[in-house]
């Protein structure tokens, strides 16, 4: 059944659910501060339907933390049947500058989609941003928190319902925390000789990649969340300091043991579909850096019946080709490689 949604804030979260909602044929409406920004978002094809024409059942709120708690404030009186779902990634500190009252009367709920872009604005919205992405109940009644599954369930996404001060503990960890180290190994390139970032390659870009992320709106949520957040980074500042110095001391039993916490901390990231971790092998493979070769491989795959888990693609230095990293279910790379092999590829070893 269609509803009437309403957003609040048109940026690369909000703008994004309005797309992936209208083309399942929900009735949306959109608004935002900045006029600029709603007419980007209109441009991507979202109707300009007049909010006043019909009252929302849904109202998503997509701005930064610090606005959010007036934002909501506001949207309970104004909206006085709709259910509200902030999508902000901190609770505890909007929580407690909400009116009484509004938490206890269940249409509120903070609803976090752990998805998102290195890049900002409505202009990087997509509607399938969602697919497959897990989003953060809290609080609500059961009402509310049926209703709001409903609606996420329709993005591609699913949903966990965690107490707030449970959220904000686990994205210190495993969102927060990692914004801030890439932020800060990307500070170390500004002094670097250009001569020595010519060298860099995909470990680089990997670690940094997240780095591009709008800091406004990061320092937002990083406030929102500082205390949480402070309690992770002094342990990773801990374990950098100790490392240190087992580097001047040569000490090797120092240093290998972070590396294998980091081994045994990497595998308990769930895999595929929510299971258990996946253990994937790949193969490398060398293309010319044209039109078509990239399709030609994969088709090249798909004739040998093989399922691929992730690809990734590092260009070659100075060269107009690139090595493509194939990943493959543990056991499967021997088969992928030399049926590659067999079809004229440059296959370059298997991980």
Known sequence: MAHSVHIIGCGLIGTSIALSLHESGHTVTIEDIDPDHVSQALNLGLPAT???SQQPEIVFICVPPSAAAKIVNESFVTFEDAL?????????SI????????IE??????????????????????GDLFQDRMWVLTQGSQQSQAQATKIISEMGGSVVTMDPADHDRAVALVSHVPQLVSSALAAQLLEADQSDLALSGSGLADSIRIAGSDPNLWVDILQG???????????????????SMALM????????????AGNEGKMRIPGKHGTGQNRFESVNVMISDQPGALAELFNGVGLLNINLEDV????????????????????????????????????RGRQ
């Open 312 to 347: 990734r693609i590092e260009h070659v230095l100075g060269a107009p080709s690139g090595i493509v990293q194939l990943y493959v279910p543990s056991g499967q790379s021997e088969a992928l490689d030399l049926g590659l092999q067999d079809q004229g590829f440059d296959t």
């Open 225 to 243: 969340n500082a205390a949480e957040v402070s309690l992770v980074l002094r342990k990773v500042s801990i374990e950098l300091a100790e490392l």
């Open 95 to 102: 929580i407690g500058q909400l009116n009484p009252g509004l």
């Open 249 to 260: 001391k040569r000490d090797r039993d120092r240093i290998e043991q972070t590396l294998r």
């Open 105 to 126: 009367s269940g249409r509120v709920m903070g609803a976090h989609p752990m998805a998102g872009r290195e890049v900002s604005g409505p202009g990087a919205a997509r």
């Open 84 to 92: 509200l779902l902030d999508v902000s990634s901190v609770r505890n």
């Open 50 to 52: 007049n909010l006043h």
